[in-house]
């Protein structure tokens, strides 16, 4: 099967990264990286949710009677991505909280800032092999401020909600970039008190999984298309993405039970390429 090639990869995508943070402004500037992964820069200032630009998974799985067959093509090389200030991970899955990604990043950003759940906080430093200190926990319902980003944590249900005493192992993080409020899920089915948790906090941009869940996958579940817009729609959302598809051959969906379902209710939506750029508000 031939890989999906991305939008813009490597030197390409670098150079347009680099330019567009350089050029600033109040707007968002998206790129979807594949999976979960969004690089989200506005006024010169980066922030880079659940980053996976490994093969890590392919190679653990090769011999297995799951294996991590990978559909898109990786878009770059992490260490291409200097100038990030902050990159959070959602949860301790592997395509969410990536050693291989991460420690590249690392070796190119210095003073980067990593973002983790605080349930996770001792595993999270083990896989990226930093002392625990090096990073900054975070739990449900907490706000933090991070190199001139406003964060809250709320929290996810992948496909449980699990509170232990340090909080939710899995976390959904609302992240104000100046005038926008951008809501990227994680991994999360919905649950009772999900809107609750959303709709005070005014999200402007939602990013959302849309790939389902089945039991023979024998992995955890996310929104199908249709719940990820209702989702967006239920809490005022201005745009929807979706992700966590084309990845990896045994948990994907197209996104197409999403677009129905946005266009039924008149949500605003864009789906994006791994790779391709958006401009949050459109011009």
């Known amino acids: 099967m031939a890989l999906i090639e991305p939008v813009l990869a490597d030197e390409r995508l670098r150079d347009d990264i680099g330019r567009r943070v350089e050029r600033g402004g109040e707007h968002l500037d998206i790129w979807w990286l594949g ?37 898109t093509r990786r878009c770059i090389d992490p260490r291409m991505l200097s100038g990030i200030d902050v990159v959070s991970s959602s949860h301790r899955h592997t395509d969410h ?29 083990e896989r990226i092999g930093v002392p625990a200190e090096r990073l900054t926990p975070i739990r449900e319902g907490q706000t933090l401020t991070l190199s001139h980003f406003r964060v809250t944590a709320v929290p996810a249900a992948h496909e ?32 009772p008190s999900m809107i609750n948790w959303l709709r005070p906090l005014r999200v402007d941009l939602a990013l959302l999984p849309v790939n ?12 199908w298309g249709d719940e990820a817009a209702r989702l967006a729609h239920a809490v005022g959302a201005s745009c929807a993405i979706p992700c966590h598809y084309d990845m990896f051959t045994f948990n994907t969906e197209p996104p197409d039970l999403f677009v129905d379902t946005c266009r039924e209710l008149g949500q605003p939506y864009r789906v994006l390429q791994c790779g391709e750029h958006f401009r949050f508000p459109p011009r």
């Open 35 to 71: 999976q979960s992964g969004f690089l989200v820069a506005s006024r010169g200032r980066t922030w880079l949710f659940d980053p996976y630009l490994s093969d890590s998974l392919t190679r653990k799985y090769a011999a297995t009677d799951k294996p991590h067959i990978r559909m």
């Open 212 to 223: 389902g869940r089945k039991p023979e996958r024998r992995v955890a579940g996310n929104l």
């Open 160 to 191: 449980q909600l699990e509170p232990t005493a340090a909080g939710f192992p899995c976390l959904g993080y609302v992240v104000d970039f100046g005038r926008y409020r951008v809501y990227h899920s994680g991994d999360t089915i919905g649950f």
């Open 97 to 125: 909280l990536d050693g291989d990604t991460l420690r590249p990043l690392l070796e190119v950003n210095l003073k980067l800032k990593i973002l983790v759940p605080a349930a996770n906080l001792e595993f999270s430093a």
